[in-house]
């Protein structure tokens, strides 16, 4: 199918571009060329974008910061939109009102300055609100539904506002996780609790950071691959399969945290990324009679 993308360069000039790698946009720092990608700086630009998508019936994705999606080499067939909508809306009653593309960790650091509990545990977890939100992003016990109030998504026919109940959350997913209809989140609206003192809750995720630093790889990496299975951990399982410090070519399952692959350099490529992966949920599958569920995304033809 050959795309106009006319009305896109009309309205984004150069910040359309064609053949982009999609190894600048990922946190592993892997993924071959987009037929095209557009950066949107603001929600009417991503609203545009994607309505335009909805109307060509061009094959498209939405990526915020890149750091749960692993891209093929061989790139993705349509348009990549990167989400850059990031308005900010903070009321002293603890109401918070982000754009979906909003780094997570800001929102989380604008909001303890304003003495907001309940998104400490955020203060150092990649991605964007919009995509914590889908996702049910999460760590030190607490996760986005304990203080999502609603998310707003729009289709082609208009918006529908999600209560938190309307969501549908459980471990890592939502009602929006892989559904494949055409739909935007558009911002998110969270409740926390007011009256905090700022200084303990920085201390408090200063302590998360740290233990961050202490226990996860640096570098290139897309976070945590695999869910934790019930009563267990992904990490461990395959520590204990042997595989920690497995490589292929310049991937290598992290020496420091087992649940996280790592780029290492010049010539790491996603297919060794997911020839990993799969040696993990086999190995350990053949070990323990468990198969660890992705908590990442795959994006393009991995056929190959």
């Known amino acids: 199918m050959t795309v106009d993308y006319t009305l896109l360069e009309e309205r984004f000039g150069d910040r359309l571009r064609r053949d982009e790698p999609l190894a600048r946009h990922t946190a592993a720092r892997l993924g071959g060329p987009a037929d095209a990608l557009v950066v949107a700086h603001n929600l009417p630009d991503l609203i545009f974008a994607a309505r335009f998508t909805w109307e060509q019936g061009v094959s498209h994705r939405i990526l915020g910061g890149g750091s749960n999606v692993l891209v093929a080499d061989s790139g ?38 304003r003495g907001l509990r309940g998104l400490e545990w955020a203060v150092s977890v990649p991605g964007t609100i919009g995509g914590a939100a889908i996702n049910n992003a999460g760590a030190y016990g607490s996760d986005m539904a304990a203080c999502v109030r609603e998310v707003e998504v729009l289709r082609p026919a208009g918006v529908t506002r999600y ?117 993990a949920q086999e190995t350990v599958a053949a070990r323990f009679g468990v198969w660890l569920e992705l908590e990442i995304e795959l994006l393009g033809d991995f056929s190959a």
Do not use: W
Not at 81 to 110: F, H, K, P, Q, W
Not at 237 to 246: D, V
């Open 163 to 279: 209560a938190v109940a309307d969501m549908a959350y459980a471990y890592r997913t939502s009602a929006l996780k892989g559904v494949q209809g055409p739909y935007l989140v558009t911002a998110v609206t969270l409740q926390l609790a007011p009256g905090a003192d700022p200084a303990a809750l920085r201390a408090q995720a200063a302590e998360y950071i740290a233990h961050r630093k202490r226990t996860q790889p640096p570098g290139a990496s897309l976070g945590s691959i695999f869910k934790n299975p019930p009563g267990d951990y992904a990490g461990r399982l395959i520590e204990a399969a042997g595989l920690k410090g497995a490589r292929r070519g310049q991937v290598q399952i992290s020496e420091k945290h087992a649940n996280f692959l790592v780029n290492l350099g010049e010539g790491g490529t996603a297919a060794d990324y997911l020839a990993l992966i799969r040696l």
């Open 76 to 113: 993705f067939r349509g348009l990549v939109i990167i989400n850059r909508a990031a308005a900010l809306t903070i009321g002293a009653d603890g109401v918070v009102r982000a754009e979906s593309g909003a780094s997570l960790s800001t929102v989380a650091r604008r909001c303890m300055a």
